[in-house]
């Protein structure tokens, strides 16, 4: 019992040590992911036969590690984190009946899965980058021929081309005033002559909202492109000395009403 | 050699694929005179009418085994290629690569082994969201490119590998990669859905983890 | 003449000189891979100590007479030529291949993105008019065809893009083509209209192909 505790203690020990040299570089880890295969190595087994449990354990144990050194851990690691403590919860706890969902082994299994697959593709990486490379152990012809130049052009261009071409096209769209949809634009001209209309019956403060004409009120486009040359119109009105504006805080709204005396009688 | 000879070898050049040792030579010179690979099809268009491109290529390749340069297949193309043993010799040809990073790397063998992948699933499986430059540079190189639109909601895109892929890695096609058949026995090659309650980790391909170092590219990509 | 044989050996094996075929392959290997004509002194100081270059470059002259390649003398140089009877067959390889103009890239991408669409329209996105010119040269790659008429006042043609095309591009279908907002994910649309920076709107900067063009353009402005 004594031996066995004591065999126990020295792993935890072995562990922190572990621990504390993974903090070190916790920068060079891409993910917790990535430091849970870490970790899973240490147990130096099998990674369908690992302990998740035991893993679960490391992992927060590093992540307690780093907060007590003050170390800034990137979110997704205390997202994990957390979840480790659910399923540590799930797969100590006895099961509650009451509760949906997957059990805790199958949550473990399909970490253990995800381990072993990030594991088999960085093995799969390494023998693909082991192999003869064009350019560094095999070669092309070095002198293609260019025996009889027959004048024809080819014209190509690539995928990338095409689409920074649309994406060039695109990008000046959106600032090209003269493309504009007519049937969705509410202009100026067409604001200040509505605004003319009904300003007279203004005496007392009016929303400006209320100014958008009949039918630019809901389609959002139309109903954006109406409060912005109304909103434009009631400037020009201002400036023009015909009306007053207000607004009693940013975003309130703005209310108009009609000059009680325009210094330029029209 | 007299008249009535002359006159059958013309008559056979004009209605008759040339012999098939004639043919080899050409698919010879066509393939030494390139470096790019070149498709079965394109050297039937190029090779006198009635020609049996296939026949001519297996000759070829008989003749150049065990010598210096060797005829290999890539995809459906074929080229000329130095043998790899004699990489020592071409220092002087060798061209100094970028270095690929981890990220890049492990984002090529992913695209390789489990095309077409969208980039959801290469975040899903290295735990990690994909960064734009990743994806870009490997483009770039001409080592993946766009595959088919996933038909899933959102119809993401995907990436496969190309046939300049295969060439560099001398492969002739994707089935070849190494290992490729433990890893597709052993399961690994599944996408396999998260049991439904598993967040954060599986969570990373989703768009409501806003957690992730570039969550905004992804949501861009994949909403 | 036995000592002067027991000599020979004893020299042979000190410089270790591979056997002759291995040093014809290699000889082989570094003519097909080096960009200029070799010189025989080149050779020598690349392959290992104590080969006969003279003698590995007789056996390989040898070995291609006869051959759609032949080891030719250049100066004092060495290299691997196609044969001189079989340069008809190299015309595909001195092809020129000259990028495609602006006009006729962004053409190509109007007609792609939204295809079916007619000339008019074509024009109405470019803000400039389509000479007749770039269109024929599209029609001639075969990268653009003719699509069905558009069922509008004048019936005009409209284009779509080819097999070919898709061939070209490593495209599966023009579906496969990203959208907006990959475009801008991938940072090839560098600048970001104001209006998406608000909630919501994901949706309406996804590039929809099978929208019309006049809405279409003008959603971002004002959604």
Redesign the interface.
């Known amino acids: 019992m004594a031996a066995s505790d004591e065999s126990c203690e020295s792993r935890d020990v072995a562990a922190r040590l572990e621990a504390e040299a993974l903090i070190i570089d916790v920068d060079g880890f891409e993910g917790p992911l990535d430091l849970l295969l870490t970790l899973s190595r240490t147990q130096k087994v099998d990674l369908l036969k690992i302990s998740v449990l035991q893993l679960a354990e490391q992992y927060l144990s590093f992540i307690e590690k780093a907060k007590q050194l003050r170390i800034e851990l990137a979110a997704d690691y205390l997202v994990m984190a957390a979840w480790l403590a659910f399923l540590k919860s799930r797969l100590l706890l006895p099961p509650d009946p009451a509760e949906d969902g997957p059990s805790g082994e199958e949550l473990a299994a399909h970490l253990a899965f995800q381990l072993e697959r990030l594991h088999a593709m960085r093995e799969a990486a390494a023998k693909l980058m082991g192999r003869d490379q064009l350019g560094r152990d095999i070669f092309a012809r070095g002198l293609p021929e260019d025996v009889t130049r027959i004048r024809s052009v080819r014209y190509t261009a690539t995928l990338l081309d095409l689409m920074q071409g649309y994406a060039r096209l695109r990008t000046r769209d959106e600032f090209r005033p003269y493309a504009m949809d007519r049937d969705a634009v509410f202009t100026l001209d067409q604001a200040l002559e509505q605004m003319r209309g009904l300003i007279r019956f203004a005496g007392s403060w009016t929303d400006l909202a209320s100014y958008l004409p009949e039918g630019w009120q809901t389609e959002p486009a139309r109903r954006r492109s109406a409060t912005a040359s109304t909103f434009a119109a009631s400037l020009e009105l201002a400036k023009r000395g015909e009306i007053e504006l207000s607004q009693d805080e940013t975003f309130a709204p703005i209310r108009l009403r009609q000059k009680k005396d325009p210094a330029h009688g029209r | 050699m007299d008249a009535d000879d002359d006159t059958e070898t013309v008559r056979e050049s004009l209605f008759e694929a040339p012999p098939m040792a004639e043919q080899?030579?050409?698919?010879?010179?066509?393939l030494?005179?390139?470096?790019?690979p070149v498709t079965a099809r394109?050297l039937e268009a190029?090779?006198p009418h009635g020609c049996d491109v296939g026949e001519a290529l297996m000759h070829l390749r008989r003749r150049y085994e065990?010598?210096?340069?060797h005829l290999v297949r890539v995809g459906d193309a074929w080229?000329?290629?130095?043998?790899?043993d004699?990489?020592f010799?071409?220092h002087?040809?060798?061209?100094e690569?970028r270095k690929l990073s981890?990220?890049a790397?492990?984002t090529?063998?992913?695209v390789?082994?489990h095309q077409p992948v969208t980039r959801a699933e290469i975040e899903?499986?290295?735990?990690?969201s994909v960064s734009?430059g990743t994806?870009?540079q490997l483009?770039?190189m001409e080592w993946i490119?766009?595959?088919?639109?996933r038909m899933t909601p959102g119809?993401p895109?995907t990436f496969v590998v190309?046939e300049t892929f295969l060439?560099?890695?001398?492969?002739e096609s994707a089935r070849d990669?190494?290992?490729l058949a433990e890893?597709r026995s052993?399961g690994?090659l599944e996408s396999?859905p998260?049991?439904?309650?598993?967040?954060?980790?599986?969570?990373?391909e989703e768009d409501e983890?806003d957690?992730?170092?570039d969550s905004e590219?992804q949501?861009?990509?994949f909403?």
């Open positions: 080899e030579r050409m698919v010879e010179a066509i030494f005179a390139t470096a790019e394109d190029r090779l065990g010598r210096g340069v080229a000329m290629r130095t043998a790899a004699l990489g010799l071409m002087k040809e060798t061209v690569t981890r990220a790397i492990e090529l063998a992913i390789a082994y899903e499986i290295r735990g990690v734009r994806i870009d483009m770039e490119r766009l595959g088919r639109r119809r895109v190309t060439d560099h890695f001398g492969l990669l190494p290992g890893l052993a690994l396999r998260p049991p439904s309650a598993m967040p954060g980790l599986s969570g990373a983890e957690e992730g170092l590219d949501s861009d990509m909403e």
